[in-house]
């Protein structure tokens, strides 16, 4: 229930990667649109307000209290991002399936950024082999690193780069490989997982895909 625009003001292209979760919403008949009386809202106050106020972990700012559902920040810079992916280096053991995996967190819950869409962030080592699993939430990927690689999914191989998305079905098996012997490669995914916990309806396993 928040008003948005989307605009881009710079003179380059820009990719917009938009992840709705209306089909849920819709499925629910709970949808609502109502348009702006203006043709854009205006500004006031800077757009990294609230990136900047929930920097520093579960360090809340008192004066600030709990607005509504969803994450109260509006941007999870990159480069907060690769700091943490830094920070924790080679020093982290990972999984097996999906290497150093990173959750965007709304900072007064500690749980998902939205009630119905879970963000993470995964780092994948130079020449990783992933274990194969299967679970019940559906899955969208973004590649954010220059790197090749692939995600075999129920016997498919999808070859990625940078820049490429890709979905994994609800319970379909999937691994995923990094073909650099001296990059990571760096996945961006978004999913219904929050949807299905909280309905009693998540479950995983250890799943072959396939070569």
Known sequence: MHW???????????IWLDAPDYPLVNALEAGFHEKYHQRLQP???????????????RLNPVRLSQ????????????????RSLEG??????????DGIVLEYTD???GGPVMPAIGCRIQRLRPGFQGAGRRHTAS???????????AT?????RLDWSEHDTFAVPGWASYR????STSDDAVLFSYSDEPVMRSLGLYRAESADPGA
């Open 176 to 179: 995923h490989l990094n073909a």
């Open 4 to 14: 948005h625009d989307h605009t881009h003001e710079g003179d380059a292209p820009m």
């Open 88 to 97: 924790i280096a080679d020093t982290a053991e990972g999984s097996d399936v």
């Open 152 to 156: 075999i999914v129920d016997g498919v």
């Open 43 to 57: 500004v006031t106050r800077a757009d990294d307000a609230g990136s900047r106020q929930f920097l520093h972990g």
């Open 139 to 149: 899955t969208i990927f973004d590649v954010d690193h220059h790197v090749e690689g």
């Open 67 to 82: 607005g509504g559902p969803n994450s109260p920040v509006p941007r999870y810079t990159w480069q907060e991002t690769q």
């Open 107 to 109: 900072p007064w819950t």
